[in-house]
């Protein structure tokens, strides 16, 4: 069983790079929280059953699903924390292309090379302010809050031992690519 799961489980953390084999911290907000709560059910539940083999796929910002692309078309001005160091959020995001092309890899994949836990993103964080000038906007800076993380990155070295690289998801103009070709327009 695939189980969609977040990175938002690994927000209770300062580390820039995200591992699987990583110990959680509690996480920041109500939406990781409840992930990590699944999880642990999810994990419960499979165990209990002896032909139930569970894979949790920590998934990162799907490109065209979260809040920037909400905002984002061209002329639009969206707003971005800066940080301290001067930059933007950093995030790790998958495009819906590459989604669809580990989703069929994973589901026709022998069980026994299946991890427990596997991270689903590019390999690299993109800068969110770069994919709302390729996607025709602009900037709008604001001081980040306290609260705010800089950058969230998912380590995808076992994903793409096991899938092969997602080029959709690691570049900004290619994700831009991705969603303008697979969005749904309202």
């Known amino acids: 069983m695939l189980l969609s799961s977040s990175a938002a489980v690994y927000t209770g953390t300062e580390a820039e790079s995200h591992a699987e084999a990583e110990a959680l911290m509690p ?11 699944m999880e642990q059910m999810a994990r419960q539940w ?9 894979t949790l796929l920590r998934m990162a910002n799907v490109i065209g699903a979260d809040s ?6 061209p002329g639009a001005e969206v707003q971005l924390d800066r940080f301290a160091s001067g930059g933007g959020p ?6 819906v292309d590459d989604f669809a092309h580990v989703i069929e890899h994973l589901a026709t994949c022998a069980d026994a090379a299946l991890p427990e836990v596997l991270n689903v993103a590019g390999e690299k964080a993109l800068a969110m302010s770069e994919l709302v000038e390729r996607g025709g906007g602009s900037v709008a800076w604001r001081t980040a809050p306290p609260t705010a993380l800089e950058r969230v990155e998912l380590d995808t070295t076992l994903l793409k031992s096991l899938v ?12 831009i690519e991705s969603w303008q070709r697979t969005r749904v327009q309202a």
């Open 27 to 37: 996480p920041r907000g109500a939406y990781g929280q409840a992930k990590l709560a």
């Open 46 to 54: 499979a165990r209990g059953r002896a032909t139930s083999r569970l």
């Open 68 to 73: 920037l692309f909400a905002n984002l078309r």
């Open 90 to 95: 950093k995030r790790s995001y998958l495009a």
């Open 164 to 175: 092969g690289s997602l080029p959709a998801s690691s570049d900004p103009t290619r994700a």
